[in-house]
């Protein structure tokens, strides 16, 4: 049907608080105009402090649920957040094989904003022989990108950023956005990376305080412009623009870190028109 959304199948974990994981990315890209398809990868025991527990759901759940779906509806990206097993990464990989002409957007998220830890060294691994060779847009921070690259010990801190981009590409990455959060700079800075290097860089107001599904709201967001029709530069501008938005207008409801506001358009229009 012609009055139909735009689709897209993410495949995250649970996150109670809302402010990150599945809830994050459901309400991104609806914000965006499309309907999202939602496969439950973990549950987690989390609020906007920090997470503390995650269960995985099993494999063969994690791949009936997507593909129950996708034989039932077009679906225009992918977008996948964590994962929660080596076994659910083989799983999913072995799915989205099957549509290599959708757009797979891969948010690596290796650690809370806490720095509790959700991807070890197994599942760094499969997702780097698995889904990389499988994936459209990376959106590493510059923290994950060096895990990620395989690069370890004290002179990580001293590789130049285009040589870790350099090399995840070479692992199978389409493109890679760095993203400049964790950098110790005045301005964000994030940059997207292609076969031929440097593509576009982006720089943004760094904001006060710290936010809880900050990367989960800018992958999903780089999946729904992508799944709006945008070209690669166009859709990683707009979502950074987007995204930066959401951060702007953030709220904190807990004790922990600030979520971004992902429907700060309709509260603004709300105060128009009051």
Known sequence: MSDTPPIVLVFAANDPSGGAGIQ???????????????????????????VEAVLPIEAEW??????????????AAFKLGVLGSVEN??????VVCDYPDIPLVLDPVLASGRGDE??????????RELLFPQTTILTPN????????????????????????????????EYVL???????????INTLYGQDGVVRT??????????????????????????NGLSVEEAVHDAQEYTWQTLKQGFRPGMGQHIPDRLFWAREADERDE
């Open 24 to 50: 994050a990315d459901i309400l991104t890209l609806a914000s965006m105009g499309c309907h999202p398809l939602a496969v439950i990868t973990g549950l987690t025991v989390q609020d906007t402090i920090g």
């Open 62 to 75: 994690v791949a009936d649920q997507a593909r129950c779906v996708l034989e039932d509806m077009p679906v």
């Open 89 to 94: 990464i083989a799983a999913i990989a072995e």
């Open 118 to 127: 959700l991807a070890g060294d197994e599942i760094i691994a499969a997702m």
């Open 142 to 173: 510059v923290v994950e990108a060096r895990r990620l690259a395989q690069i370890d010990g004290e002179e990580a801190d001293e590789i130049d950023q285009r040589v870790l981009a350099q090399r995840i590409v070479q692992l199978g990455c």
């Open 178 to 188: 760095v993203t400049g959060t964790h950098a110790n700079t005045p301005k964000v």
């Open 202 to 227: 982006d720089s943004w107001e760094r904001l006060a305080g710290s936010y809880h599904g900050s990367g989960c709201t800018l992958a999903a967001a780089v999946a729904a412009t992508l799944a």
